[in-house]
């Protein structure tokens, strides 16, 4: 995920995303994102984090696990990045 530079409040613009996986570490659908604002920057920040979730597939993830990663809420923060 890249963070897009040059927007007013870039730095602080989180995006809250649910992601549910098969057990094969793949998605079972398109990642949803939660909440968030309707500005063009955050849309943009929204559909790249998205992006990533889909390119990164499959995951490798313990099998083992599977009922602890199955369905989860990940947060791409700027501020965690730096």
């Known amino acids: ?3 897009l530079g040059g927007g007013q409040g870039a ?9 549910q996986f ?3 570490g793949t998605l079972k659908g398109e990642p949803q994102i939660i909440g968030g604002q309707s500005s063009a920057f955050f849309m ?3 559909e790249s ?3 990533a979730v889909i ?3 499959p995951y490798s993830l313990p ?3 599977y009922a602890a990663w199955q369905d ?3 947060n791409f923060d700027p501020k965690d990045m730096f």
């Open 1 to 3: 995920w890249r963070v």
């Open 11 to 19: 730095d602080a613009t989180a995006v809250k995303m649910r992601i």
């Open 22 to 24: 098969n057990q094969d």
């Open 44 to 46: 943009a920040a929204a």
């Open 49 to 51: 984090a998205k992006r």
């Open 55 to 57: 390119q990164c597939q």
């Open 63 to 65: 099998v083992a696990k």
């Open 72 to 74: 989860v809420i990940l």
